[in-house]
């Protein structure tokens, strides 16, 4: 519904005049996010400093059916935190107070709009920390995150965000303010709503609140390095080494090219062979590290004959900084101006590994289209990065490459998205891997799980399902 | 109704020798573990094939009668007894395993019982580390259902934390599937995890793939006895930061009833038990010990394998002694908060005294999670009235110290009304009104476990 000059003034004073943004140039800032997928500009950008005022906002939009789209740090890979209507956006980062830490208790509660950088920074002080650490985490949010259920370079130990949400406050579409979840470690009592809303990217309402679980620093952890020239090979000694009881707390693999977009940040030698670079840190208390590096490198030693062991913590800040720089590095790369790199997010499971590569790799050569490949290998998410003209010819054909890609996922019993989500990118993909599965069902339900929070679908509409 | 033609019509779905009318086989069916409830089902299916689920749900969807799903019954809250119009469908027979070690996953049907699993992951060194202490019955559709938790959890969490993928059978009896089996996947709404802990009352689940791992190369394990519970808690605070495999308590009363019913001869302190593993290494046995030094007045560590297991068996039998002492038993699951813990372990001594009655206490003390069992005479009203009030009592004050009233058992039909009062002293009230449009969702004409977890 438009927005005219009576509802206007109604949301104006639900929000605060204060937090309501009109003028054009501030909200250019909101048509995009980090992604490809076009937004627009939305009708109004509306900035609360509390639960109160959004709940308040979001009775008067399912009244007047008026689109609304909730965002964070604006960092999201599949147009999930723009508006594809005449709408409002909600962004949430003047809520970004850490309000509470329970040491003993293990948890920290956070307003919505804490970038997860900030947030482990505080924590480390205590010596603890907030596993979930995307690769964007300098701008990345707590609300972002927990929508989106972000991943990371962790999330081969730790896994996603998923498991670190105990609890949360909640606006549905429909104004109500709901708190879900406890302060304990665990429960069960009724549904858990609290599951329910990670990862729903800002479909059923808006986050406002978050219990999340801490745990201590990791006393003592070492890097292993390692260089192939042939992708299955990385595969294997992963595997090797995974299948010898050792989960390590990252594992990443690089291509050349990515290698290349940063080596000048990783300050290493690196041999000339090389392909594939594997990373993979090992923790252990202080006693055991190096017996237990050592068996790693040992394993390792059989798929490769360069390895190389960084023990230095400034060493291995450094690497560390440059991987998850790697996505901004591989901007540099482009060949042409108008180029863009999109970052594609399958994966499939471990066994299966080797063989997707291999076909993702031919279907990259036969369409000619420039791509370098990076990944959280340890537990089977690929991101192949694709250069593409921002043209209507060039998107065609990334479109095109990314389906062929994740219907080699879905052939190899894997998924279209790992990490990043649905948003508009892959909501038509999602489809397809519920249909192949026979399982179209299950979409079904989810929908009709959305109108219980939210009957009048004004909450990102578009985003997830296919219509 | 005309149940000669709804049994007829079993029959022809789920194959004579599966369909059950008669008492002796019904009397079985008629309770759970723990819970003094009981009530008579109208007839039990055994699923023998994984197609009968369906086909058993669309009769029943004719019938509009109520199916309870059953794994291994050992539901302790109520969450299998039938009510009037009830159709039991028991899942145990449906138990094949196929374990996939280089993807980390095994795939196992809903009545497989834990222990089946782990015996099947075993043979590769491998485990699934939800260990609830009911393992050799629990099964996997029943563990999901009620999110279990148990003695690994302080490290590894509960069952939610390790599903990758279910197929299911829904309401109206259509099947579908949520998740993949891999280790991350977005793929819409997390209803997985809706499912877990949903108590039988979403939709038949007939096969997950759960993530498993290698096997600890060995286990260190450390007990130290306690004359101050708050010395206890203390202890288990500051083990909790070492990250240890199991972190476990066990009250006085619990060492007492352990010693008796199996004979064993352990130091009865006043202030309990706190047993704890430790897979790393030996420096970490070493720092747990440290800890412990500080105030118990006696530390065991087994020396061989019978030790090894009996000082576990005390910490287990503290959970059913008050069932084998007493005619009357109701199980406690409350959850703090860590740092609350000793708040709520003093707050069970007082209420043992001021009702009188008996409390054993033990629990998975490293998530801040207490079984205070209480025993009784439920022949007796008077010592039956403090039982309950004893246990009320006890609930409430979890939830007033930031907790809740259930940690890993789930409410059932016997925490019915304590969960209203939770989510109300919460300010939670507006979930439940949610919860029952999400049950409207799946289940429409309200067949799957009527009138479980709320009405
Ligand atoms: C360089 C780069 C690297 C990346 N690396 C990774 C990675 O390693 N792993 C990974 O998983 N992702 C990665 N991402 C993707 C992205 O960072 C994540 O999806 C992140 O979780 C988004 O957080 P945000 O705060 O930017 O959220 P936004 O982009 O603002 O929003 C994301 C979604 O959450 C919703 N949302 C935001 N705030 C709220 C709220 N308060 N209430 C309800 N809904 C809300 C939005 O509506 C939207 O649907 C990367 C992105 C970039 C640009
Ligand atoms: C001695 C003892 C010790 C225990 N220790 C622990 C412990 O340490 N930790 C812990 O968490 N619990 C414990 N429990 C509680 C109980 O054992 C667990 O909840 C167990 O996982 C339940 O499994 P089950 O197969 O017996 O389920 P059941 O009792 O058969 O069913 C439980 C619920 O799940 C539903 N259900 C069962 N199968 C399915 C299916 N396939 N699809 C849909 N719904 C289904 C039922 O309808 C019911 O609502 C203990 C119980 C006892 C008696």
Known sequence: ?467 | MDNKLLIEKLIDAAGKENVFTDNEHLIIYQRGSIDPLKHMPLAVVKITDEKNISRVIKIANEFNINIIARGGGSSPTGAVVPDDNTLIMDLRPLNKINVSIEDGYVEAYAGATLQEVNEECKKYNFFFPPDPSSVSVSTVGGAINENSGGMRCARYGVVKDWILKLDVVLADGSETTFGEAIYKNRGGFNIIDLIAGSEGTLCIVKKAWLKIIAMPKKIYRIAGFYDNINDAMDAILAIRKLNPLILEFSDYYGIVAANKIRGFSYPETRGGMVLADTDFDESYLEDIKKIMEKNASKIIIPENKDEFNNIFEVRRIAFTAPGILFPGFIDGDVVVPLSKLKDMINFVYKTREKYGVYIATCGHAGDGNLHPQIGGNPDDHENWRNVLLAMDDINIEAVRLGGSISGEHGIGRIKKDLLLKQLKYKKQDETIIIMKNLKKMFDPKNILNRGNFFD
Request: charged share 25%; proline share 3%; glycine share 8%.
């Open chain 1, 1 to 467: 519904m438009n927005i005219n000059n009576d509802i206007l003034n109604e949301i104006r004073q639900a929000a605060g005049e204060n937090n309501v943004l009109q003028n054009l140039e501030e909200k250019i800032p909101y048509k995009n996010d980090a992604s490809y997928m076009p937004g627009r500009i939305p009708e109004l950008v509306i900035i609360p400093e509390n639960s109160d005022q959004i709940s308040r906002v979001l009775k008067l939009c399912t009244k007047y059916k008026i689109d609304v789209t909730v965002r964070s740090g604006g960092t999201s890979l599949t147009g999930s935190s723009v508006t594809n209507y005449n709408g409002i956006i909600i962004n949430t980062m003047k809520m970004d107070k850490i309000l509470e830490l329970n040491i003993a208790s293990r948890y920290v509660v956070c307003q919505p709009g804490v970038r997860l950088d900030n947030l482990n920074e505080y924590l480390n002080k205590y010596g603890f920390f907030y596993p979930p650490d995307p690769a964007s985490s300098k701008a990345s949010t707590v609300g972002g995150t927990i929508s989106t259920n972000a991943g990371g370079l962790r999330a081969v130990r730790y896994g996603a965000t998923k498991e670190w949400v105990l609890g949360t406050e909640f606006v549905t579409a429909t104004g109500e303010i709901i708190r879900t979840g406890e302060y304990t470690l665990k429960r069960s009592a009724g549904y858990d709503l609290t599951a329910l809303i990670i990862g729903s990217e800002g479909t059923l309402g808006v986050l406002t609140e978050a219990i999340l679980k801490i745990e201590p620093l990791p006393e003592k952890y070492g890097r292993i390095l390692s260089f192939y020239n042939d992708i299955y090979d990385v595969g294997s000694a992963l595997s090797a080494v995974k299948n010898a009881g050792i989960t390590p707390l990252i594992a990443e693999f690089m291509d050349l090219k990515t290698i290349n977009s940063i080596r000048d940040k990783l300050n290493i030698k690196i041999p000339d062979y090389t392909q594939f670079m594997l990373m993979v840190d090992i923790d252990s208390t202080e006693a055991s590290l190096k017996g237990k590096i050592e068996n790693v490198e040992k394993i390792i030693k059989n798929y490769t004959k360069d390895v190389l062991t960084i023990m230095d913590q400034k060493t291995m800040d450094e690497i560390y900084k440059a991987r998850k720089g790697a996505y901004s590095a591989l901007l540099n790369q482009r060949e042409k101006k108008n180029e863009i790199v999109i970052i594609g997010d399958v994966i499939v499971p471990a066994s299966e590994l080797p063989a997707t590569l291999k076909e993702i790799k031919n279907a990259v050569d036969k369409m000619k289209i420039n791509v370098s490949l990076f990944g959280h290998i340890g537990d089977g998410n690929i991101h192949a990065n694709i250069f593409a003209e921002n043209t209507k010819t060039g998107l065609e054909k990334v479109e095109k490459l990314q389906m062929e890609i994740a219907m080699a996922a879905i052939r190899h019993k894997g998924c279209v998205s790992a990490e990043h989500g649905i948003g508009t990118e892959k909501n038509k993909l999602l489809y397809e891997e519920y249909k192949e599965r026979n399982s179209l069902y299950s979409l079904e339900l989810m929908k009709r799980i959305k109108a219980v929070f939210d009957p009048e679908n004004i909450m990102n509409r578009g985003k997830i399902f296919y219509d």
